[in-house]
């Protein structure tokens, strides 16, 4: 078959002017199950083509305490763990830069409950973990459901200047390194409900703070991230106005800053965030077209934390929560996103917490 034909053929499949006999896609060595997904998702007709979507759950994901891009350093033997649950919804997105709404796809709901660890290997050096599972859902239209486990990150925190700033505290400084690796064989290509955009990436941060004797901290960190070839589950494709023959995808890399403030005393913390982010390529979604995984994705978030130590002899569980919301954007969401969950400070020697 032509791939001129196969694409007469596929546009017949997913967009059809009148009804045909789809064929049933080449899912490979995919389990059954998600091959099923698969097919359901290649063969049932849609009214209306895709709105973009594209939702980076590691280096893009909502903001909270102890994390890459904060100022806590967690003490030599000390592990600080816990179950986050977080809950992001949307009804309108860019498409490039117009925003619109989908009655095919109404509410876009993506779910995901992440197990994160953070050890201080010593009072200078921590090692971050994250392992977050996902689940999405739109509330209109015939795209399926999907869930799994999306990224293993894993980052190292190191920090290489810490001194008095004035009379008022002190100033530090932090580098960080940091990637991820797809855990499944998920596929990126069925925005936007895909899990993730199964890309390997690794991440450089540097970070700068400073902690006032009272409490108060301003904190802002930058980070430049790398992308690895994404592989889909076919051997064509189109963007930018381009026809590729193959399965490989040339991800653009992206570049992000986050800017902080707040109170942090004691382990109790409020702190609001300013988070933007700009994809170093990629296009636009075209108009009443589908997103693809390489695709802009640049936004502007704002987001406020709270994290409450429990009193008593819980002191050393805390609870915190966060809500974001992306104020601005191109060819992602515009999202509110609720972040809920427990962390719990485990002890190895009696070592005070730093900040």
Known sequence: MTFARALVELSQVCFPSHPIRPHRPNTGNLPVRFSLVVYRLCTKPLKKLLPPLVMLASLSATLHAQTVDDAIMIPRKTLFTGALYSHDTWNQYWEGPLERTNGNLGTVKTQSVSWTGNYGITDRLDVLVTVPYVWTHASQGVLHSMHGFQDFA???????????FTEAGRIRAFAVVAGAIPMTGYTPD????????????????????FQSNRGWFLTGSTAYTWRDNVTLNRNSYFTEGQLFLTNQVQMPNVFDYVVSGGWFRRGLMLQGLFFQQRTQGGGD???????????????SRVSGMVMYPIPGPLHNLA??????????????????????GFDYTIHFEKRGQKQ
């Open 154 to 164: 894993l980052g190292a925190k190191y920090n290489f200047l810490d001194r008095p």
């Open 190 to 209: 069925f925005q936007p409900l895909s899990i993730g955009l199964g890309a390997k990436r690794i991440a450089a941060r540097g970070t700068l703070n």
């Open 285 to 299: 979604i075209r108009r009443q077209d589908m997103p693809f995984v390489s695709n802009m994705m640049n936004l």
């Open 319 to 340: 609870y915190q929560f966060t809500y974001g919301y992306v104020v601005d954007g191109r060819n992602v969401g515009q999202s509110t996103t609720i972040t809920t």
